[in-house]
Nanobody, 125 residues
Framework: QVQLVESGGGSVQSGGSLKLSCAAS????????MAWFRQAPEKEREGVAV????????VYADSVKGRFTVSQDNAKNTVYLQMNSLKPEETALYSC??????????????????WGQGTQVTVSS
């Protein structure tokens, strides 16, 4: 079992920045892939970024490339998502997720077994 707790959400104006954190606990000794997803009201959950256990492999959704940065501190079992130049349409509940090995698409929510509760990000125009 892996438990995930997100923090760092809040309200910002368009063009602003936020940094989200996701602290993992439980059976993380075998190392897991960590990802960030977001879901706006009445929209499907969307993969934002994923990072491999070593940090050597990172994948971003096209919509956030160049603006968002995912990173991790393995000593703290924590993954971060730095979000810059935020847009109002990126208002959503941001959640982190974990898995041990993905099969087809590391940004697909269907791949993930462990989920946090999410943290709300609101971007005003």
């Amino acid at each position: 079992q892996v438990q995930l707790v997100e923090s760092g959400g809040g309200s910002v104006q368009s063009g602003g920045s936020l940094k989200l954190s996701c602290a993992a606990s439980g059976s993380t000794d075998s190392r897991v892939w960590m990802a960030w997803f977001r879901q706006a009201p009445e929209k499907e959950r969307e993969g934002v970024a994923v990072i491999s256990p070593s940090g050597a492999h990172i994948v971003y959704a096209d919509s956030v490339k160049g603006r968002f940065t995912v990173s991790q501190d393995n000593a703290k079992n924590t993954v971060y998502l730095q979000m810059n130049s935020l847009k109002p349409e990126e208002t959503a509940l941001y959640s982190c997720a974990a898995l041990r090995a993905w099969q087809y698409d590391p940004l697909s929510p269907r791949e993930y077994k462990y989920w946090g509760q999410g943290t709300q990000v609101t971007v005003s125009s």
